[in-house]
């Protein structure tokens, strides 16, 4: 899971792997082998990594946390700050995020912002376990700025 993203982020940020090699001072190789799987970075290089992509530490290594972005660029908002901490529907025009998100639009579909950055929206929600009737679980997601259209803010549950 580390290995896709590492890609997905590297290929937002537009960086090829020997650019990404040359900013972190190890060869092209070393960048592929994260990528791939076959080993993972350091602690200093993950570091590094995470300040160069402006995620956490914890969201960029953690397997609890799924990334979900966009190609196309447009300007950051920075108004999405007054959304942390509240509950929301979040609006996608690009059919294949609104898919590979999981939180869908149905009338569960609310999730909890957590943070928001010039690039990244964390958000919070829980689903069905996968292979469980029951069984819930609280995912936590960054979501690339670019790739949200809009949000509806939802009542918080009593």
Known sequence: MLGEKLVTIRKKYGYS??????RLSVTRQTISNWECGQGAPALDKAIELARIYQVSLDDLVGDQ?????????RLSQRILKCLIGKYVKIS???MELLLESDF????DSKVKVLDVTDEWIRIEYVRRKENSLLKKETVVKLIDINAVDGFEIEEEDE
């Open 17 to 22: 792997q020997q650019e990404l090699a040359d």
């Open 65 to 73: 946390v799924g990334v979900v972005v966009k190609e196309k660029k």
């Open 92 to 94: 996608y025009s690009d």
């Open 104 to 107: 869908g639009t149905g009338s």
